[in-house]
């Protein structure tokens, strides 16, 4: 895929979390700035947050609390806490947007295109047919429908 050259990112990407902690999952964890930090709910053992550059609308992430990159070392607990939600995030997502499908899945380890490969995370991205459609395939750019912020008060507003 072609990059393009994109300043303007560089501030949000400040801003947002990603350079003011040094590990995002566990500065947003501790963040009480929910709608800047676009944290959508918390449970005991984990987190539910909108993905500030989105594969698709709606794409959210699931982390647990505790630092960890090793999915084999999450306790029962937690992998019940994050699959309660993910159930949730679906649920949600289901509702409010009527996705024709979902891809959900863990990247673990950079070579598997994790991008914080430090603390493992989910992420639920809502599919819709023909939404991989000429301009990925041919003009290597995604577009999305929905801006962030309209979207994180819907989901949000969704969540209760």
């Not at 979390?17 to 566990?26: I, P, S």
């Not at 809502?126 to 990925?136: A, E, K, L, Q, Y």
């Given at each position: 895929m072609?990059?393009?050259?994109?300043?303007?990112?560089s501030h949000d990407l400040m801003e947002a979390?990603?350079?003011?902690?040094?590990?995002?999952?566990?500065?947003l964890q501790t963040s009480e700035d929910y709608k800047s930090d676009l944290i959508i709910d918390k449970s005991d053992l984990c987190f539910t947050v909108m993905n500030l550059y989105p594969y698709n609308t709606g794409h959210l992430?699931?982390?647990?609390?505790?630092h960890t990159?090793?999915?084999?070392?999450?306790?029962?607990?937690?992998?019940?806490?994050?699959?309660?939600?993910?159930?949730?995030?679906?649920?949600?997502?289901?509702?409010?947007y009527n996705p024709d499908g979902f891809n959900i899945g863990l990247n673990l380890g950079k070579p598997a295109g994790a991008g914080v490969a430090d603390h493992l995370h989910y992420h639920i991205v809502?599919?819709?047919?023909?939404?991989?459609?000429?301009?990925?395939a041919i003009g290597d750019t995604r577009v999305i429908s929905?801006?962030?912020?309209?979207?994180?008060?819907k989901i949000k507003q969704a969540y209760g």
């Open positions: 072609n990059r393009i050259w994109a300043p303007w990112r979390g990603y350079k003011k902690w040094d590990c995002l999952f566990c500065g992430m699931v982390a647990p609390y505790r990159a090793l999915f084999e070392s999450l306790s029962p607990e937690e992998l019940a806490s994050m699959n309660a939600a993910l159930q949730k995030a679906v649920s949600v997502l289901k509702e409010i809502p599919r819709w047919t023909g939404d991989s459609n000429f301009m990925t929905v801006d962030v912020g309209s979207a994180y008060d």
